[in-house]
C-alpha cells in the first residue's frame, strides 16, 4: 500500500482523484506544483476550477459519459489555471474507478503540462498562414478565410464582401535604384499602413511580390467598400523617407463586390486582379471597381492577339512611311517607318493597340524583324530609282524588348547587307521611358549596332525621366521632342521653354533635335524661329504608302506655306 502511495505521490504526472460529483478527494505533487496550489488548497473543491471557464463545458460531457459507463475513459487537451491564474496547456487523461470504501464510482484525471509544445505548434501555424516579411497573413491564409466569406453570402446574400487588390506603382522603382533593403521596408511601411487603416475584422494580406489584398467582410453596400479603397489609397500617398530618399508609395487598387454572387474563390481574385490592371492602365494611383465588360475586353484581346499572329504571314501588316524634312532651308531628308495593320475584319487597327500586344505575346521579334526588312528594302529601291534619294535616311522604331536580344544586331547586319544600304542610313527609334527603364541592357546592344554604323534617336523626348549625366555618355545621334509640346507651342508659353531648353541640351550634347507632330503653320514658324532643325507632322506630310512617296519623289517636294 505504502508503495503505491509513494508511486502516487512522487509520479512526474500530475493526478488527481475526484469524486462522482467532481469534488477532488486526492492529489499529488506533480498537480500541486503545475496548478501551483497545495493539496489542503485542492482537496475538497471542484476539480473544474482548476479549469479554464471556456473549457468547461466539452470536458464535462466526457467525464460524464465515463461515469455513465458509456465510455471507458477519454483524452482531451485543455487550458488549465496555472501560476498566478495564468493560462497553461495540459494533457487531461481521464478514467473511471470503483472506489472500494464505498463512496461509489469516481474519476482518475492525469495531467500532462504541454504549454510549450502548443506553443511551437502555434508558432508553425502562424508562420503557415503569415508572410515573414510584413507578419500580414499570405497567401494561403487569405484563400482560406475568402473562402468561408464566398460560402457564407452563397447561403444568405446579405452577408456582403469586398476584395481589394492593391499593386503598389513604384514599388520595382524602389528595388532597382535604391536597392533590395530598401525594398523590404517599403514593403514593411505599406503592411504598417493597410493594417492600421482598415477595420479590425478585415484581412489585410502579401499575396507576394509587391501585391497584397483586403478582404472587407460585414459591408453595407458598395459605396462604404469604395470609402475604405480611397482610405487606402489615401493613406498610401503619405512620403516616407527611405534612405534619406523621399518615396511616396502609392498603389492602383481593383475592388470587387460579393453581390455579383461568386461561387469560387479564383473567380473573385482573378475579377479583382483585372480591375487592378484597369486601375493601372488608366494612369495609376486609382481605384477601379470591377464591372464585367472587363471581361469582354480580355477575350477580345485574347482574340486580337491570336489574330495579330498570322498578320505578318497573310500580308496584313504594311509600312507607312512620314516624310521628314530640314525646315531651313526646307528639304526632304528621310523618312520615320510607322506599321499598320489592317484586320479583315475590323480593319485599321492602331500601332499603339498592336504594338503593345506583340511586346505582351512575344510576337514584336518578329514584327520589328519584318518592319526593318521591308522599310530598308523600300529604301534601296527609291535609292535605284531616284539619283536625289541617295542621302535620305530611314527611321524605324523599336521596342525594349529588341534591345533585349542580341540577334536583332545579325537581324540589321544581314538585311543591310541584302539591301546594299549603308548603315548610317539607317536610325533606330526607341522612346525615352523604354531605354531609361532598361539601360544596362539597351547599351550592349546599342553598342554593337553604333559599331555597324547605324544610328539612333531617342523618341517622345521630354515625357520620360531621362537622367541627363547617362544622355552624354548614351551612344545617340538625334532627339525627337514628343508631340505634346509642339502641341501646345502656342497655348502654353512653357511649352515654348521647354524646346528651347531641348536643343540648348542637344546643341551642348552635339545631338540633333527633331520636332514630332507640326500640325500647323504658326508651330512652324515657332520652331523655325526658335531654330529647330528638322521636324515631321501632318502639316508637312501625313504618313505615306509607298506608291505616295514614289509621287513624291516624282514631282519634288514643295515647302508649305
Ligand atoms: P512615334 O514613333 O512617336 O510615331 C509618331 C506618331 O505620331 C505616329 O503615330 C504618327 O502617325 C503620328 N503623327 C505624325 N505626325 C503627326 C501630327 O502632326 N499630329 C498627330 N496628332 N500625330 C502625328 P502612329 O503611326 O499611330 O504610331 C504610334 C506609335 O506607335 C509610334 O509613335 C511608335 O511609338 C509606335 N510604332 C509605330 N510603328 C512602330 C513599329 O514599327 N515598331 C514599333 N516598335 N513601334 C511602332
Ligand atoms: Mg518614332
Ligand atoms: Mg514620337
Partial sequence: QQRFMAAFTHAAIGMAIVRKDGVILQVNMALCSLVARTGAELVGRPFNQLLHVGDVGPFQRQARAVLDSSEESFSMELRALGVGGAECWVSVHCSRYEDPAGVGEGLIYQLHDITSRHLAEGRLLHIAYHDGLTDLANRNCFHERLEVAVERSRLDAEQRFAVLFLDLDRFKMVNDSLGHMAGNQL?????????????????????????????????????????????????????????????????????????????????????????????????????????????????????????????????????????????????????????????????????????????????????????????????????????????????????????????????????????????????????????????????????????LGVRFSIDDFGTGYSSLS?????????????????????????????????????????????AEGIETPRQLSALRELGVPVGQGYLLSRPLRAEQVQDLLDVGVVLPN
Fill in 187 to 451: 514593403l514593411h511601411e505599406v503592411a504598417q499602413r493597410l493594417h492600421h487603416c482598415v477595420r479590425p475584422i478585415d484581412l489585410v494580406a502579401r499575396l507576394g511580390g509587391d501585391e497584397f489584398a483586403i478582404l472587407l467582410e460585414s459591408l453595407h453596400d458598395a459605396e462604404s467598400g469604395m470609402r475604405l479603397a480611397q482610405r487606402v489609397l489615401d493613406v498610401l500617398s503619405q512620403p516616407l523617407s527611405i534612405h534619406g530618399t523621399e518615396v511616396v508609395p502609392g498603389a492602383s487598387v481593383g475592388i470587387t463586390f460579393s453581390d455579383l454572387g461568386y461561387r469560387t474563390v479564383d473567380e473573385v481574385l482573378r475579377d479583382a486582379d483585372l480591375a487592378m490592371y484597369e486601375a493601372k492602365a488608366g494612369g495609376r494611383g486609382r481605384v477601379v471597381m470591377f464591372d464585367s465588360s472587363m471581361h469582354e475586353k480580355v477575350a477580345e484581346k485574347l482574340a486580337l492577339e491570336s489574330d495579330l499572329r498570322h498578320a505578318i504571314g497573310e500580308g496584313q501588316l504594311s509600312v507607312h512611311f512620314q516624310p521628314l524634312f530640314e525646315l531651313e532651308p526646307y528639304r526632304l531628308i528621310g523618312f520615320e517607318a510607322l506599321a499598320r495593320w489592317t484586320h479583315p475584319q475590323r480593319g485599321p487597327v492602331s500601332p499603339e493597340v498592336f504594338i503593345a500586344l506583340a511586346e505582351e505575346s512575344g510576337r514584336i521579334e518578329a514584327l520589328t524583324d519584318w518592319i526593318i526588312d521591308h522599310a530598308v528594302g523600300q529604301l534601296a529601291s527609291w535609292r535605284r530609282l531616284y539619283p536625289q534619294a541617295g542621302s535620305l535616311g530611314m527611321h524605324i522604331n523599336i521596342s525594349g524588348r529588341d534591345l533585349e536580344r542580341t540577334s536583332l544586331v545579325d537581324r540589321v547586319r544581314q538585311v543591310l547587307e541584302t539591301h546594299a544600304v549603308p548603315a548610317s542610313s539607317l536610325t533606330l527609334e526607341i522612346t525615352e521611358t523604354t531605354l531609361m527603364g532598361r539601360l544596362e541592357v539597351a547599351l550592349q546592344t546599342m553598342g554593337q549596332l553604333r559599331e
Fill in 470 to 514: 547617362y544622355l552624354s555618355t548614351l551612344p545617340i545621334d538625334s532627339l525627337k521632342i514628343d508631340r505634346s509640346f509642339v502641341m501646345g507651342l502656342q497655348e502654353k508659353p512653357q511649352n515654348v521653354e521647354i524646346v528651347r531648353a531641348v536643343l540648348n541640351l542637344g546643341q551642348s550634347l552635339g545631338r540633333r533635335v527633331i
